[in-house]
């Protein structure tokens, strides 16, 4: 018998007993649609967590100075000038002053808005584009000018697309728009569209600050996160004498923690799940027992006439591959279901576009131990059907 003949008794075997195989197959259905789906969903947050990560800028280290009383402080100019001393690591920087207060346009009041003072290279860090106008330019920090940039929600919402010359008043005093930056989510009261730029200077004035505390310096390449940290934690420290006095954070390292959290979590949930796998095999083993016992008397006719023991090891070993391999198709296609459905639930409940996204390589990867499995475990039945006795088996009951 050629193996295209054992595939087809394997199907007419599995087809006689539908019920019984949909159940023996519920194991591996179940744990390749877990794997799947879990793996699947690990790549979504990982994908989500760099696009995030990357809109705020992987190659900004962000400063935030606490300071040691006033003998011990450090001012813009000095930043400024550990932005000269290594054009090796840095090739940007700007100061960052957050504003509270109301803002109104004409009499009604803008919410949720988040006001901040930064310089001229601030929108080539945090990468903004600007639909309209220009951004904070160098004249407007030396000169403290009342000029703002402002985000898409505010230009849409307020002044009909058409922001730019128009006028805002925060805290009771007047700004001129000169730009609007393009829209970065879903330009919503709460969006991050809802945000007005000052220059730092100016902010600084407005919201009584006397050091600024807060930086933003470019890296010449987030390759070099780890030295370009640990240079101006030097700096720094040469001026404090103690690292309590400043704290120094790299995005592209902290996106890189944060991704091998998410992989060693999505590891081991996708263990738990594949063990469902080996309960799957179980069941296959169990079945093919019985299948074994319901078919002693097959077993000794084939024997009988001149059915070797490898023809009809490689009978139920084929059987139990087959069995498996139909239940791994069939939890492939019940996990790319499920995944497509939660892409939806996620991206209507948290409002964040994660999609839960297998990799192929992950997809055959469970599938090839569903039907590894199914062999494994189909072996002890196969080996006792072709061990049996011949004159024992016609004689079975």
Known sequence: M???????????????????????????????????????????????????????????????????????????????????????????????????????????????????????????????????????????????????????????????????????????????????????????????????????????????TGNIGSYSFGMVSENLASEARETLENELFAVFGSTRAFFVTSMAEMLETMTSMINIVVMVLAVIAAISLLVGGIGIMNIMLVSVSERTREIGIRKALGAKKRHILQQFIIEAGTTSSLGGVAGIALGYAISMVATSVISSMLEASITVAPTTFMVLLAFGISVGIGILFGFLPARKAARLNPIDALRYE
């Open 2 to 208: 050629n193996v295209v003949q054992t595939f087809r008794l394997a199907f007419k075997s599995i087809m006689s007993n539908k019920a019984r195989s949909i159940l023996t197959m519920l194991g591996i259905i179940i744990g390749v649609a877990a794997v799947i789906i879990i793996v699947g969903l690990g790549n979504g947050l990982e994908k989500y967590m760099t696009e995030s990560f990357q809109r705020m800028g992987t190659n900004v280290l962000t400063v935030n100075v606490f300071g040691r009383g006033s003998t011990r402080s450090v001012s813009v100019d000095d930043m400024y000038k550990i932005l000269d001393k290594y054009p090796e690591y840095y090739e940007a920087m700007s100061p960052n002053v957050s504003v509270s207060g109301t803002v109104k346009v004409g009499t009604e009041e803008v919410s949720n808005t988040r006001i901040s003072g930064v310089s001229e290279e601030y929108a080539s860090l945090s990468r903004y584009e600007l639909s309209q106008g220009r951004f904070i330019r160098y004249a407007d920090c030396l000169m403290r000018s009342n000029a703002c940039v402002v985000g898409s929600y505010i230009a849409n919402e307020f002044f009909g697309g058409n922001a730019v010359g128009e006028r805002i008043k925060i805290n009771g005093v007047f700004y001129d728009i000169v730009g609007v930056i393009s829209e970065r989510s879903d330009s919503t009261e709460r969006s991050a569209d809802n945000s007005i730029f000052l220059p730092y200077s100016t902010a600084a004035k407005v919201s009584n």
